[in-house]
Every structure is written in C-alpha cells, then in structure tokens.
C-alpha cells in the first residue's frame, strides 16, 4: 500500500513557492514515483517583496523551482496576498488545470476565490480533492456550531487531509472529518540543508561567535522569526534578564516592529549578554541555530500554527523551549524528553523553563543525552515519512471501499 497508483498525476495548488514546501516537491519528483506538477497563484519568494512584518525586502536565496514541474497561474488581484479572499485572483486556475488533465488536486487552503474556484471545479469533474493545512484549535476550545457547519459542509469536499501533527488532526476530527479520510503527512524540513555535520555550516558558526565576541563556553538561547508582539520576543527577554544566566547569551535573530524596543530595554543593563542580529536567508540559517544550545518559540495565541522553525534547529541537533500554543509542540517538543514547554500566557513559568533548560545543558552528560533524543525524534519527521502519507493517500481515494 505504500506506492501510490501508477496512473497517478497529482496538480499541487499552491500559493507561492515556499523555502519549506519546494524542496519536498523536488524529493517528490525524484523520489516519490508520481507525475505532479505544482500550480502556484503568486510569484511572491522568487521575486523581491517587502515583507511587512519582517519589516524589509527580500527574496528567498535557495533554489525554489527546479527539480520539479511548475508553473504560475496569473494573479490579477489588484493587492496580491494570502491574507484576504481576494489576495489570490486567477481566473485561469481551472483552465490550465484541465489542460493538465490531474487524477487527483492537492490543495493547500482554503480562503481565497481561487481556492474555492478550484473545489468547485474538482466536484464538478469528480476529480479527488486532498486537503494540507496545519491549523489548530489550541487556545480557542470547542469550534462553534457555524464554524463547525461551515468548515464542515467545505472539507466534505475533500476525499483525503492530510494533517501534520496532532493539533491538526483534532483539528480535523472536531469539524467532523472522519478517521478514514486522515492520512498522517508531518511538517518536515529539508534536512540535507539543515545538517549540523556539513563543513560549511561549522565554519559559518565559528566565525559568526568569533564576531559576536562569544567564548568557547558560553551558553547561547536562540531566537529567530519575525520580531512581532505574537511570537513574544519581549517576553522570553524579560524571563532572560530576570535572572542573568552566567555565561550565557540571548541572540535574536530577524526584524520586525518590536526590535527596537528590544534593543532600547536590553540597552547597557545587559552588558554584553543580548545580540541582535538581521534577518538570516535560508542559506544562512543553519549556521545561526548551530551557535545555539536551545532553541526558543514563545508563541501565543493562534499565531503560530506549527513552528517549521523548530524542526529546523532540532534537525541541527539544539532542543526547543516552545510556549503551549505552538502547533508542533505535542509532536516535536515533550517535556523533559526533547525539549521545554511553558505556558504562554505565564512569564515566571518560561522563567522557570528557561532556567531549567538552561541547568541542564550544563550539564555535558544530560545535555548529550537530550541531543540524541533530539535527532531520534527528527528521524520521524522527513520529506521520506511526508511522502508516504500523501501515497497511502492517493492509493485510498484510488480504490475507496
């Protein structure tokens, strides 16, 4: 059951190439025995784009579209964005889609017109629809009876989710999927770049504490992502300066709104114990979770629906201390075993969990322990286990019993 159906030609929709996303299509295309060819609605990560919460211009520096087949389908929305229905506006989805002639679509969302002109399209051909998205209710309890009628009524649509963890299969179950239509497809990240052996990656490292002024025996907690009030990057620096941890550094990673309030209340009164540093591109970001001894996501709220982060930082080997309210945090970080978890709305619990954390990597057994946990952990959360989801998959809506 694990090879999908030799007839199998799978239309990926999609709204934007995505450093998460392509490198799994390309594994796919060399490694997954399929025909697919991904449709993308927006040229927005292989184009220069101002980022508003990054606070700045950018373009993704890895290869996002080789290796696989791909095409964009023209966006005429007059404001192109996936936060609004009419961010993603293409009117010739459905057309190219049948020029195509897929077996089965793979959607990723839901909430613009071209979404919705695609289900429609897929329903009324009888070809099978499958669904990726990693939204959660953490937070937010019981869904209501609209939400639940009208996120019910939308994914009966689908033949098959795919959930990539926990919280997204409750997800998926409180709107009343059913178990029969889940196929577990975890969140996974390209762990040949995110490998902490590679050479490069090393010396990238070295150099980067040489430049911070760091000792070799200095401990670093590690944040990077947007500097926004919902990760709570003033949060974890209140907890971090609370207690002074000795030879330890705080090093934030990224930009956004509340990095110069970071930086005016870390001010003198860290001596020189918080860094700064800009946004990372991808390239860039092995390095930078390979100067840290833990990882930290403080999330809260809805906001963070899975944290690919985090697989990234334990691929290289560095534990995780997340808030309650991260979506991966049930699947990736277990308390005690991989990790920390504190409860997102209490700063004297990430206090304490911090300080935890931070006891036990000093201790050089314990803290070699937790990485090999660390690395099992991961070993279940690869572009290999993600593919063959998505098979068992399409081998189930092939030949529904």
Known sequence: MNDAPTSSRLAIVLSHPTQYYSPWFRWLQNHGGLTLRVFYLWDFGVTTRRDPKFEASFQWDVDLLSGYESEFVPNVARAPNTQDFSGLRNPTVTARLAAWQPSAVLLFGYKSSSHLRTILWCRLRGVPLLFRGDSHFLGRGTPGLTTRLILGTLFAQFAAFLPVGAANRDYFTALGVPERKLFRTPHAVNDALFDPARPEHQAATTS????????????????????????????????????????????????????????????????????????????????????????????????????????????????????????????????????????????????????????????????????????????GFTYAQAAAGLKFALTAIASPT
């Open 208 to 379: 980067l504490r040489r430049s911070l002024g760091l000792e070799p025996a200095t401990h670093v907690v590690l944040y990077a992502g947007k500097l926004v009030p919902e990760k709570q990057p003033r949060e974890l620096l209140a907890a971090f300066l609370a207690f002074r941890p000795a030879q330890t550094a705080l090093v934030f990673v990224g930009e956004g709104p509340e990095k110069t309030g970071l930086q005016r209340e870390a001010g003198d009164s860290s001596g020189s114990a918080v860094h700064f540093l800009p946004f990372a591109n991808q390239s860039e970001m092995p390095s930078r979770y390979l100067l840290a001894d833990i990882f930290v996501l403080p999330s809260r709220g809805q906001y963070e629906t899975w944290g690919l982060a985090v697989n990234e930082a334990m691929h290289m080997g560095v534990p995780a201390l997340v808030s309650d309210r991260v979506g991966c945090q049930r699947d990736l970080v277990s308390p005690g075993e991989t990790g920390w978890v504190f409860r997102h709305d209490d700063p004297s619990d990430l206090r304490t969990q911090l300080s935890a954390a931070l006891d036990l990597l000093r201790d050089p057994v314990a803290a070699a322990a937790l990485r090999e946990r660390v690395r099992v952990r991961m070993a």
